[in-house]
């Protein structure tokens, strides 16, 4: 089971949340939300495996991301 720890607004955004996640050992999903057809525009949503959750946050706090 996965868990949404952060919804980006940009893709460079969350593509440096992933990175920063994935430094750290985590393992990641990134999914487009509310994209409109042709999968241009949206959030990005980005989830770890439901057990890590907390920790992945608290690694985003340490680094100034907020949820």
Do not use: H
């Amino acid at each position: 089971m996965w868990k949404v720890v952060y919804i980006a607004q940009t893709k460079e955004n969350a593509q440096e949340i992933q990175e920063l996640l994935t430094n750290n050992g985590f393992l990641i999903q990134m999914n487009v939300a509310g994209a409109k057809k042709g999968g241009q525009g949206g959030a990005y949503e980005i989830s770890v495996p439901y057990s890590e959750a907390e920790d992945a946050y608290e690694v985003l706090c340490e680094n100034r991301f907020r949820a």
